[in-house]
Structures are given as C-alpha cells and as structure tokens.
C-alpha cells in the first residue's frame, strides 16, 4: 500500500470517527504503523492506528464504549426513589432471615409473588393502584402474601388498624 493510496481517506467516516490528517507512525518492534488523527463526534480528538480505522477496531475515541456501557447498567432508574425502598424493604422482610423484621413476614411464611420479584412489575402496579408518597404498601389479609389481589396503598392510620393484635370494638 503506497502513501497516495492512504491519503484518499482524509474525510472519511468510520463509526463516530472522522479522520483528519495523517500523524507520526510509531514503531512496534521492527514494524512502523500509520496512524491518523481523527475527530469523534464528540468533539474529542483521537490518534488510531491505519488497520484499527479499517478492520472496524476502534469507532470512537473511547466514548462510545462509555455509552454503551452505561445503557447496559441502566434497568429502571428508580433505585433512588421511596418505592424502589418500600419494594427492597418488602422483599428483605420476607426473605432476609437476618432481618429484624423476617419473623413477623418470611419466618411466618409470608412470601412475595414471582412477578413482584423484578421492580418493573411492582412499580407498574402500585403506580396503576393509587401509590403515593403519603401512603405505605398494606396487605388486605395480614396473613397473605405480597401480591396484587391481596395489597393497597394506605395511610399509617389505616395500617394500623390492620395489625394481627387488632381488636375491632
């Protein structure tokens, strides 16, 4: 491949890449490989090597890795919000057996449904049945499981009186 045959990919995308102009090759051991600055879509500037640009190797400067990545970690992004909490606090009562809690739920064998065992599910139900912030998750039957059919939003004041030691008068 002769140095003409190279230039003509001055402008030439690859990926997010746009090259530029030719840099300084280095050498790797007894080779020298040619290398090109190129522009990402980014804005960053990035040196990459000829058969890197060609063979597909290297599209960006790094930060398509970035993008990627972080895509791939995202699930529901509500991992900081109150009914991400009362939906890690329901699963840890009821199968935590070091929890303070898991006597009076898991140790008494009160489960949470399979559906409910991934957030996405929960929180599309609590958030079609009335969820608010001033309001906590409250099992109808308190023998039953977490499920659908068998839990409501309600104040404190309603959830307490649907306590196993409650006596109606």
């Not at 090759?25 to 600055?37: A, D, E, P, S, V």
Request: one cysteine or more; glycine letters at 10%; charged letters at 25%.
């Amino acid at each position: 491949m002769t140095k003409q045959s190279v230039k003509c990919i001055h402008g030439q995308r690859f990926g997010r890449l746009v090259v530029i102009k030719e840099a300084d090759g280095i050498y790797w051991g007894k080779y020298k490989h040619r290398q090109f600055l190129c522009q990402c879509d980014c804005g960053n500037k990035t040196i990459v090597r000829l058969e890197y640009l060609r063979n597909g190797h290297t599209q960006s400067c790094g930060c398509n890795r970035l993008i990627i990545s972080s895509k791939s970690r995202l699930t529901h992004g509500g991992t900081k919000s109150r009914l991400y909490r009362i939906w890690t606090g329901m699963l840890r009562r009821c199968r935590n057996s070091h929890s303070k809690d898991y006597g009076n739920y898991g140790g008494r064998g009160i489960v949470v449904c399979d559906e409910w065992f991934n957030f996405e599910p929960f929180r599309d139900w609590a958030l079609a049945n009335g969820y608010a912030d001033s309001l906590t998750i409250d099992r109808k039957d308190v023998n039953g499981n977490y499920e659908p059919n068998n839990c409501k939003w309600s104040t404190m004041l309603e959830q307490r009186h649907n306590r196993r030691d409650s006596v109606a008068i």
